[in-house]
């Protein structure tokens, strides 16, 4: 037997790593387990989100975002000709932004005192997790406490197997290194639409398949309208109820994807295809038979509202345990239990998560749907404000899109805010800082917002949430 730990975390993605150092910070003596590693052998820290998920999709976002405003900046009287895009260099740069980061959070390690163990972690019986490192040799360590923070993985599909250089999963996605003419993408949610706006941007046709009749079925119906007709204006063609049947690869370079929709059978011919029809919960390996952890019928680790999993001091959070797989979420899990395990009361308010979506422009939104709360019998009142009405956004010449707040008809509690926009993964904020401490509308409509400022369409949604909006006609009838 090695060492022994207060804390041992497996896994060092957002959720992992962010509690190992609040556990270190906090005085206890932490260690984090990671199986991922680098040419040289050694841990490589960040998870999914920092590697090949948040931080690398929102870095060619970005570039590809600035691309097209150099090729529309004549409309500021910016005359350009012949702008170009370097895909090698873009690549570089994401590349160097997550290099940087991950070794950012090796630095924070140290500084904190926590111990990287390289390796693939199984949690045995009595909190003893058995580390295997890349050469095949086993150490075991015993804990007061173990988070497992094992995240998740692409779902594959068996009408389309991954195809090195062709069909791709989200990490082969985020290396495609010149612009492909023809791209499908089957899944419509928040990866296929990024990762279809990447390189719609770039000028390839881009095809997206979803099997399901609604789009964005989950956000708020009007969000969901509005983002479809966007899309379509920016020639991003996704096709409906369109469930992908099977795969053929023609030549070697190019990829034949059959799908089926209300019409029948149909098919396209693509020269790269983008896998990204979900995640599930990576626990492969992870639990001994006898850990005592039990999964759900989904394959999450089970726990409660705590984290806590059946066994005492064993805890799990981010993408392997229920909720929404979001980087935050995870990060903030790893937070409560860190917290937990050192005395501290904490606990996560599940009902205020901001989910973003980072197209152009983006879909931000926190709490209830409006469908969500009719359906739950609640009376609402909503107050939406367009971005067209908005002399900042104007200047930006970003007016597309709205935010819509909905509030309780009988107490004017906020239960939900939604938008989109070409900032609403950075206005969200205000809607969930308002949200979290249980602001009414009244509370938003009574806050002072500078102008001018795109963040004063929430404040103008909060008055036309009764009516009173200044900069549109929408005064309720008495
Ligand atoms: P992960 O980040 O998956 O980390 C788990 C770590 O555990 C990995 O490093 C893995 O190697 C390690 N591990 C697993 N099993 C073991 C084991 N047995 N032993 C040792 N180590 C192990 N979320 C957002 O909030 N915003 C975004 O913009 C966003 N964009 C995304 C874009 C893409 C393309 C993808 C794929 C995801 C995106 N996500 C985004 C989701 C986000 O990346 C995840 O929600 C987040 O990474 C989950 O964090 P985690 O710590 O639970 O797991
Ligand atoms: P998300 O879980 O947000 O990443 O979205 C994945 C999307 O992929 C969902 O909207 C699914 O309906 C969709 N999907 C899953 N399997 C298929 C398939 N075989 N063909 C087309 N779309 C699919």
Known sequence: MSDKFDVIVIGAGPG????????????????????????????????????????PSKALLESTHQFHNAQHADVHGIMTSDVTMDVKKMVARKDSIVKNLTGGIAGLFKANGVTVLQGMGKLQGNKQVEVTAADGSTSTY?????????????VEIPPAPLTE???????????????????GVI????????????????GTEVTVLEAM??????????????????????????KLGARCTGTEIIDGKEVKVKFADAEGDKEIVVDKLIVAVGRKPQTQGLLADDSGVNLDERGFIFVNEQCETGVPGVYAIGDSVRGPMLAHKASEEGIMVADIIAGHHAQLNY???????YTHPELAWVGKTEQELKAEGVKVKVGKFPFAASGRAMAANETEGFVKIIACEETDR????????????????????????????EDLQLTVFAHPTVSEAIHEAALAVDGHAIHMANRKKR
């Open 16 to 55: 992992g790593y962010v509690a190992a150092i609040r556990a270190a910070q906090l005085g206890l003596k932490t260690a984090c387990v990671e199986k991922w590693i680098d040419e040289k052998g050694a841990a490589v820290l960040g998870g999914t989100c920092l590697n090949v998920g948040c931080i």
């Open 142 to 154: 015993a804990a007061d406490n173990v988070i497992l923070a094992t995240g998740s993985v692409p």
């Open 165 to 183: 250089g062709l069909i791709l999963d989200n990490e082969g996605a985020l290396n495609i290194d010149e612009t492909p003419k023809r791209l």
């Open 187 to 202: 899944g419509a949610g928040v990866i296929g639409l990024e990762m279809g706006s990447v390189w719609a941007r770039l």
């Open 213 to 238: 009749d609604d789009f964005l079925a989950l956000t708020d119906k009007d969000v969901a309208k509005e983002a479809a007709k966007l899309f379509k204006k920016q020639k991003l063609d996704i």
């Open 351 to 357: 009902d205020v998560i901001p989910n973003i979506i």
């Open 414 to 441: 906020i239960l939900g805010v939604h938008m989109v926009g070409a900032i609403a993964s950075e206005l969200i904020g205000q809607a969930a800082i308002a949200m979290e401490f249980c602001s009414s509308a």
